[in-house]
């Protein structure tokens, strides 16, 4: 077996620790004099940092004099960098009197601060400090009359304290710098904020971030927990989330990972306490309990001596320590049950040691070796022998505990008790030692080969900082964890499986039904609060209006970006040089698809399952593993896509394997019978999946009617009447018919030797002149078959029963066919209405009316030529709110609200996101894909970018009216219908209840 790994990036196998000194540098883009900035720093301060040989991030790690972490790593794939800011605070951290609180304390940390946020700061700080006392009131009274007269307090006070604040000044201020996936996440260990910044807007996010961990402010708080009420409806809604619950419940009795969730309980989340909230920010928001960690095009001395200037003057405090709970062992199977609408699986949970010992690094070999997507246990002994509809494992490590889950999904006819067994099977052969000993090496090499590909990723690399942060790992022991793991042998495996794996598991079982325990968040009634879009704080003017290096875009130019071939079969190569690593892409993509023959899907699907003459499934998928690549074929409705990708180092072999997979497939009946039977089982479940209902079968039974994409699919007597020739015959066929080649990869057309100075044989036209199997005339691909488009002339509301507490909808008008000239002005629409944290659709139905968690709108352009364009809105929300809801949305689609000032960021955040983006690496040839089915030949950004700054007010107004204002609208609505209110949706068209067997065509 060769180790082609070590060729790719360099081995760690030698780790060594060093401190080094840096004296900064001055930096174009500091503002010494900015008014949002400390005094700046000495230019001659040097800082300490840490480094470890062989590091591929090439990471450095610092410590301010406060204590504030910070892991640099400079990558420059695009002049971004992408951002966390994590804190050592989770649920886990959460008093037990006031679950939730590390979550609610998150969608805070949004709301701004005494500088950010405010247009006058001592006249709101008076009123919010009533409504601080008001609630440390309420939430002590039990008397409903009474509390309900007390929050009616809380609600006007809180309109009073709105007037003086500036909604989602936040999302604003970092739209208008260019930032990107403005979010964060709560969990149980840690709390961390994320944004992915233009590479020369560091310092703005230095001082914006330094602003927002200096100070909490509880702007908007009643609101806000209206939207914390809708997400914890949501997971009310959620069987999985439930599920998963109920296990943790049982595997941590004592501890908080099982004691309390992350959310919260009811209970506690309509009895907030502003007063905890501050003192747990005070608590953990400090910097000796935080880390910033960066990853993108940085330089090292500059960055950090912005941070110090901005983040350097925080105060360190000593955090609260946590002393974990010791849960006693399980001495026999736990057994719960979960019953909801969604479809019956199986979960076992085992639990394990803690992030830092050894056991729990084994722990991520025994997951890999029963899942590993191609040749772990489970997923060669029950994916592909279809034993069950579907199975997986996974572990979630923490610090104090982990947790090893298995799961499954019975095929029909298939008892819950049935599932436990054969996951229970599969884990008693890892005790066993029954599985081969090449299994083990070929996971450490995979695993490496994962890694290389998550480092062309900013979001992958700097995520591997925060896991080591919130871990309490120093970097070096980060590192040694991948040397730790790549030493793990059999015995070791054998060791940890044997004493771990018992009968000390709890088990969940997910049935289907109405739960009898179905609860829902009460909320109270508010009184809508003024967003004040036109105003803005003195720190968000000065922020702004700091000058920053300019970014000039780089546009994708197809004719020099993209080199073209053509093989001695005629069929065209487009391809694209890797540089930076081994791995390489290839697709074959042919233009046709399940609109043409709605077998393709199934004749793809049936591959995975097949062998040749001279390998069997389980060996076909055994030998790809071993050479690092993996296949696969997908059929869409007009495409096909044919993929393999790896190690470009093992390219021949694994082209040569596929390629007698692809031409010679071994028919199996047992497994076509299997298959089939997996099929209804699926289409059965799909039925009482919401998302699937209503974004899929509703959605196209609204855009196409009866007879759509999504329905145009086999009978169950056509299925069963299949014979395993008709789709392997298909498979056959594949590369007989017209269609070109994509690759991506580090060979030269020219060359014989690749960057590291490994010798590669062939170049790619030689290896595909050589392997890919093609006959001498190929044949023209059938014309393409789209589904006619509905005119949605009538107003309409279709309706489908579901048992859930929210209520969730969609707005769909049909617009026209793909216009190019229109795009810029779509852009600029969806970024200002409806497509952020920032703009006017979150705004006015989350911040000032509090209807729902999510909400959004826009208009989505076709993606060929010939299709029309879709306007859709949704907004989710709790059934009694459904009239207030869909009232708000309706108005919002109808009267566009005019804010000049949300309009400016918009077009600031378009222009910025579009200079600093970069279409790299394989994303090239996609582009190209995109373009050519629009019938284009240029990068269309190029468009965008030159006319937003253009626009006006008057362009979207006109836009706004010819496309969306009293535009025919279907609207659909999935919710439980003893909650839907029939009399307000009557007034917005025709009601009609949609059948599941009407919108699933089965």
């Avoid at 964890?481 to 997910?510: C, H, M, P, S, W």
């Amino acid at each position: 077996m060769k180790k082609p790994f070590l060729l790719l990036f360099p081995a760690i196998a030698a780790l060594g620790l060093t401190t080094q000194c840096q004296t900064s540098k001055p930096a174009a883009s500091a503002s010494a004099t900015s008014p949002t900035a400390p005094a700046a720093t000495p230019q001659a301060k040097e800082y300490k940092y840490e480094t470890v040989a062989g590091d591929p991030l090439k990471a450095r790690i610092y410590t301010l004099g406060n204590g504030l972490t910070v892991y640099l790593s400079d990558y420059d794939d695009a002049p971004r960098i992408q951002t966390y800011l994590a804190v050592r605070a989770g649920s886990k951290n959460d008093p037990s009197t006031t679950t939730g609180l590390a979550h609610y304390l998150e969608h805070m940390v949004f709301k701004g601060t005494s500088r950010l946020g405010t247009q006058n700061w001592p006249a709101e700080k008076a009123e919010l400090d009533k409504i601080e006392v008001l609630y440390e009131v309420y939430r002590t009274k039990t008397d409903a009359a009474e509390r309900k007269k007390i929050y009616h307090q809380i609600d006007s006070v809180s309109s009073v304290a709105a007037k003086y604040a500036v909604a989602n000044e936040y999302d604003k201020v970092m739209g208008a710098i260019g930032a990107k996936g403005s979010n964060a996440y709560t969990s149980v260990e840690q709390t961390v904020y994320q944004e992915d910044i233009p590479s020369n807007q560091i310092e703005k996010w230095a001082a914006i971030q330094s602003e927002r961990l200096r100070e909490m402010v509880p702007r908007l708080f009643h609101t806000e927990l209206e939207a914390v009420y809708e997400e914890k409806n949501r997971g009310l809604d959620n069987d999985f989330n439930k599920e998963f619950e109920a296990l943790n419940a049982s595997l941590f009795p004592t501890h908080p990972y099982g004691t309390q969730t992350t959310i919260g309980t009811i209970q506690h989340l309509q009895n907030p306490s502003i007063t905890e909230i501050k003192k747990y920010f005070g608590q953990y928001y400090v910097p000796n309990n935080v880390a910033l960690c960066l990853s993108g095009d940085l330089d090292y001395d500059q960055t950090i001596r912005l941070i110090d200037q901005y983040f350097g003057k925080l105060q360190s405090k000593p955090v609260p320590a946590f002393t974990p709970a010791q849960e006693a062992p399980i001495t026999a199977p736990i057994v719960r049950e979960v019953v909801g609408p969604d479809a019956e699986n199986v979960m076992v949970g085992f639990r394990f040691p803690g992030m830092a010992t050894q056991d729990a690094l084994v722990l991520r070999m025994i997951d890999r070796l029963l899942s590993n997507g191609q040749a772990g246990l489970i997923d060669l002994d029950l994916n592909q022998q279809q034993r069950v509809l579907q199975a997986a494992s996974f572990t979630q490590v923490f610090n104090d505990y982990s947790e090893h889950i298995l799961y499954a999904t019975p095929r029909q006819g298939q008892t819950l008790p049935q599932v436990r067994d054969l996951l229970l099977g599969e884990l008693a052969k890892i005790k066993k030692g029954d599985f081969p000993d090449w299994l083990i090496p070929a996971i450490i090499n995979n695993e490496k080969l994962t890694r290389t590909k998550g480092l062309e990723s900013n979001e992958a690399r700097a995520n591997e900082f925060v896991q080591a942060f919130i871990g309490r790992l120093s970097w070096p022991e980060a590192l040694k964890q991948y040397n730790d793991f790549d030493k793990i042998t059999k015995e070791d495996v054998l060791r940890v499986a044997n004493q771990y794996y018992g009968q000390n598991y709890v088990l969940v079982y997910k049935k289907t039904g109405k739960d009898p325990n179905t609860v829902k968040v009460v909320k109270p009634a508010i009184t809508p609060v003024p967003v004040n879009r036109e105003v803005a704080s003195t720190f968000y003017k000065e922020v702004t209006s700091q000058a920053s290096p300019e970014l000039q875009p780089v546009f994708v130019n197809y004719k020099e970006d993209i080199q073209e071939t053509t093989l001695k079969s005629g069929v065209q190569v487009f391809h694209t040089r890797n540089t930076e690593n081994g791995l390489f892409n290839l697709y074959y993509i042919l233009d046709l698809g399940t609109n043409n023959d709605p077998r393709l899907g199934l004749a793809a699907d049936y591959l995975q399952y097949l062998g040749t003459d001279k390998l069997t499934a389980a060996q076909l998928q055994q030998e790809f593993y071993k050479l690092g690549c993996s296949f696969g074929v997908s059929s869409g409705q007009d495409r096909v896509f044919v993929s393999l990708s790896g190690l470009d180092s093992n390219f021949e072999p694994a082209l040569q394997l596929f390629e007698s997979l692809l031409a010679s497939p071994k028919p199996d009946a047992k497994a076509l019978q299997d298959m089939v039977a997996g099929v209804l089982k699926a289409r059965k479940d799909a039925k009482l999946n919401k998302q699937t209902i209503l974004s899929q079968a509703m959605v196209n039974y609204a855009k196409y009617g009866p007879k759509n994409p999504f329905t145009s699919q086999l009978s169950e007597k056509e299925l069963k009447a299949l014979k395993p020739t008709d789709l392997t015959a298909l498979t056959k066929k594949l590369t007989s018919y017209q269609h070109r080649v994509l690759y991506y990869g580090p060979r030269k057309e020219d060359t014989t030797t690749a960057q590291w100075d490994k010798l590669i044989p062939l170049t790619v036209v030689d290896v595909l002149n050589t392997y890919h199997r093609t006959p001498a005339k190929l044949t023209p691909v059938p014309p393409a078959k789209d589904f006619a488009e509905q005119p949605l002339k009538d107003r309409k509301v279709y309706w489908v029963d579901y048992n859930m507490v929210q209520a969730e909808i969609l707005f769909l008008t049909k617009g026209d066919a793909y216009d190019k000239t229109i795009v810029p002005t779509v852009r600029l629409y969806n970024e200002y209405f409806g497509g952020s944290m920032g703009s006017i659709v979150f705004q006015e139905l989350r911040e000032s009316k509090a209807l729902a968690y999510s909400a959004s709108s826009g208009y989505t352009s076709a993606d060929k030529l010939g299709r029309s364009s879709y306007n859709l809105s949704y907004i989710g929300t709790q059934s009694d709110k459904l009239p207030e809801a869909m009232a708000g949305m309706q108005a919002l689609l109808t009267d566009m609200p005019v804010a000049e000032a949300n309009l400016e960021i918009a077009k600031q955040s378009i222009r910025n996101s579009i200079a600093t983006e970069r279409i790299t690496k394989s994303d090239v040839l996609f582009s190209y894909e995109r373009a050519k089915r629009l019938g284009l030949d240029y990068d269309l950004r190029r468009d965008v970018y030159e006319q937003t700054p253009k626009m006006t007010f008057d362009d979207l107004k006109k836009f706004q009216l010819a496309k969306v204002k009293g535009q025919s609208q279907t609207i659909l609505v999935i919710g439980s219908k003893d909650r839907l209110n029939f009399k307000e949706l009557a007034k917005y068209g025709q009601v009609q209840q949609l059948t599941l067997k009407e919108i699933f065509g089965y």
